[in-house]
């Protein structure tokens, strides 16, 4: 996993809960902090971390995990090439990163393994789709499209269905809620 999802995990960690969470939940992970966000870590780390954010705050790894997804969102946004004709509403944004996110990314760090999305359905106000990812981060995604509905103005109504135990691949619906 690439580095810049730790650094920007142990920012909102700060900012949200205060540097002394931030530190306490570090001690809890045994971690020292150290990551570089062009680095190549354990996505294991990141999750160690979260069950010990979750132990210090006491929220659940789910709820931190969406949280986390919906604060990097603009982060990350602010680091991608301006792919104008991609940038217009939140469902064309979220194909745009299967679609050429994704490649990029795997273009310029070969050894990445980015989640997978197949996009089974798509209306004005509906999209249907399978997150498919080995890191079992489904929530992080959750976070990261409410994090672009609220980018584009728009509201969301999520709700996702495992697939598989693990969920490694799970189903998510997405209505737009027009106002």
Known sequence: MKGI???EFLDIVEDSFGLE???EMLELAND?????AVGSYDHNDLVKLIISLGKVTGISTETLQEIYGEAV???LYRTLPKL???QQDTFSFIKSVEEHIHTEVKKLYPDA??????FLSETKSH???DYKSARCMSHVCKGLIKGC????HQNVQITMEPINKKQSHVRFSIDLIME
Do not use: E
Not at 113 to 118: A, C, K, R, S, V
């Open 127 to 129: 999209m249907l789709m």
């Open 21 to 23: 969470v931030c530190q």
């Open 73 to 75: 969102f603009p982060r």
């Open 84 to 86: 104008d004709k991609f």
């Open 113 to 118: 393994t980015p989640p997978h999305f197949d």
């Open 32 to 36: 020292d902090g150290v990551y570089t």
């Open 5 to 7: 999802i730790f650094t």
């Open 149 to 152: 509905a609220k980018h584009f």
